[in-house]
């Protein structure tokens, strides 16, 4: 058993160092010199190895990992950009071979370079990838992001409602985004309670500076508000010495926070050499011999953010400060009638059961449209009617029903289980638009479908696929469903095929409105 494993097993809280690759000498020397120690006080350290943070050309976390001069026990992370699932199975092939057993799965942040309207860039999103990771290997430790610092109803109920996708398509524990919300923190820690299963929760850390608080202002889905900004410079105006020995009293405090809420462990990123994580261990030690409970570590997490003549910091944006379990929005009307419009359309034209849809079934079905001209037209045909409809960009594997009518298309990084961890204020990621997955969430909301958005996991689409008609296969006997989002069974047996009932999912998404924040 791996030493992740085993920690997450037992119980035992870890750190996990998070390293990004670059092929520098000089960046593998420190961490080495980091995982030599082994721990971070009692705690198991294990190397957490990025995958395409920077650049599609970064250095393979594999690669990566056989570079090291001594082995070290290692999470390798796969993101999906521009990747499909031949990839996928390829780096778990290699992984093997390199007696490797645990992944952290993500659908990754925009990749650079990629401006909506141009080329498309397919993302093989997380829930995708974590059903094709346990399926094929079963056994494997998996692992998953959530992102719960969010501050508007649509993108933080439909974050956690793909989550629930997540857990149910094989993640073993979930990964934070990085954060220091601890009413947030802990509303996650709440929500995974609430879980049928409930799995290990890692929270990603890292000591806040001036400096790092404006980088941050450019990574997608990290949140620092403009009272968190002020303090900052308040202490670097103090001096530079000052304002690093705060940051690494607050890191050290936030462990120990997480630690009494019941964290399973922590994921430290910015952590570059061993100086500095000598450091966090002289805070650590130092605040620990005066912090025994959360009643203890409440006020000094306070107050280790206050500057004199500041007022006190806040962690949600001005404005957006929803929380999980309250309800404020609802679909427009048009964004309703729009889905009842299509909603009626899809009913006459693709249920497979009246006059009409039968009809229209054996005319897309004839054998006339299985060569090439005529395959041709057909797609040709689809495209021309449902890209002013709904901007379909003709995937092949039509899931419109599964998202309610919105097209997965549309999402710049075609996601159609849910959103990314990008978002910020219901804004994509990308800037231009708001987020396809919160008026999908609104439109759930309004017209009582929000099963839906926890019930379906849609599988990605396969290359061979795109670019051509969907409604061949929708009508064909053999490949009938093969549209529809698949639904797998309950998160004790994630391999398995069979249908979830869906009495359970809704009560469970029932459940997770009533939760106080």
């Known amino acids: ?243 690093q020995a705060r940051s690494v009293d607050r890191l050290a405090l936030q462990v120990i926070g997480l630690k009494l809420m019941g964290y399973a462990g922590v994921h430290l990123s910015g952590i570059h050499d061993l100086a500095q994580l000598q450091s966090l261990e002289q805070a650590l030690e130092a605040r620990l011999s005066e912090i025994v409970s959360l009643e203890q570590w409440a006020p000094a997490w306070a107050a280790s953010w206050q500057m004199p003549g500041l007022p006190a910091v806040c962690f949600n944006p001005p404005g957006a400060n929803w929380r999980l379990g309250e309800s404020r929005v609802s679909a427009s009307l048009r964004e309703k009638a729009r889905y009842q419009l299509l909603s009626g359309f899809h009913s006459v034209l693709f249920d497979r059961s009246n006059w009409v849809s039968r009809a229209f079934g054996w005319a897309v079905t004839r054998p006339v449209w299985s060569s090439p001209n005529a395959a041709r037209l057909l797609h040709g045909l689809e495209r021309g009617i449902k890209r002013p409809m709904v901007g379909c960009d003709t995937c092949g594997r039509c899931r419109l029903e599964d998202t309610l009518y919105i097209c997965p298309e549309t999402c710049p990084k075609g996601l159609a289980n849910g959103p990314c961890g990008g978002t910020s204020q219901n804004r994509c990621e990308f800037g231009d638009r708001e987020c396809v997955h919160s008026v999908k969430y609104r439109t759930a909301k309004s017209v009582g479908q929000t099963a839906v958005l926890t019930e379906r996991l849609i599988a990605c689409v396969e290359v061979e696929t795109r670019h051509r008609s969907s409604w061949p296969g929708w009508f064909d006997a053999t490949q009938a469903g093969a549209g529809s989002g698949s639904k797998i069974a309950p998160r004790s047996s994630p391999e398995a095929k069979s249908a979830l009932p869906s009495t359970s999912r809704s009560k469970r998404s029932d459940a997770m409105a009533e939760l106080d924040s």
């Open 1 to 243: 058993m791996s030493q992740l494993k085993s920690a997450l097993h037992e119980h035992t809280f870890v750190c996990v160092m998070e390293f990004v690759p670059k092929p520098s000498a000089e960046r593998f020397t420190a961490i080495e010199a980091i995982m030599a120690r082994t721990h971070l006080r009692n705690w198991p350290l294990t190397v957490a190895i990025g995958d395409r943070v920077g650049s599609p050309l970064d250095m393979s976390p594999l690669d990566a990992f056989t570079s090291f001069n001594t082995p070290v026990p290692a999470l390798l992370h796969f993101s999906g950009k521009a990747r499909e699932r031949h990839d996928l199975l390829a780096q778990l092939q290699h992984m093997d071979a390199a007696g490797l057993d645990q992944l952290l799965i993500l659908t990754g942040d925009r990749l650079p370079g990629h401006e909506p309207g141009q080329r498309p860039v397919r993302y093989l999103e997380s829930v995708a990838a974590l059903q094709i990771a346990r399926q094929a290997r079963p056994d494997w430790l998996l692992g998953a992001a959530l992102n719960p610092f969010k501050y508007h109803e649509e993108e933080g109920a439909a974050q956690y409602f793909k989550a629930e996708k997540k857990l149910t398509a094989g993640a073993d524990f979930m990964t934070l985004q990085l954060g220091y919300d601890d009413r947030k923190h802990h509303e996650a820690l709440q929500w995974m309670k609430r879980q049928p299963a409930p799995k290990p929760l890692i929270a990603c850390l890292m000591a806040l500076t001036h400096g790092r608080a404006k980088m941050l202002e450019h990574v997608a889905g990290a949140v620092v508000t403009p009272s968190m900004r002020e303090m900052l410079a308040a202490e670097l105006e103090v001096s530079k010495t000052y304002a």
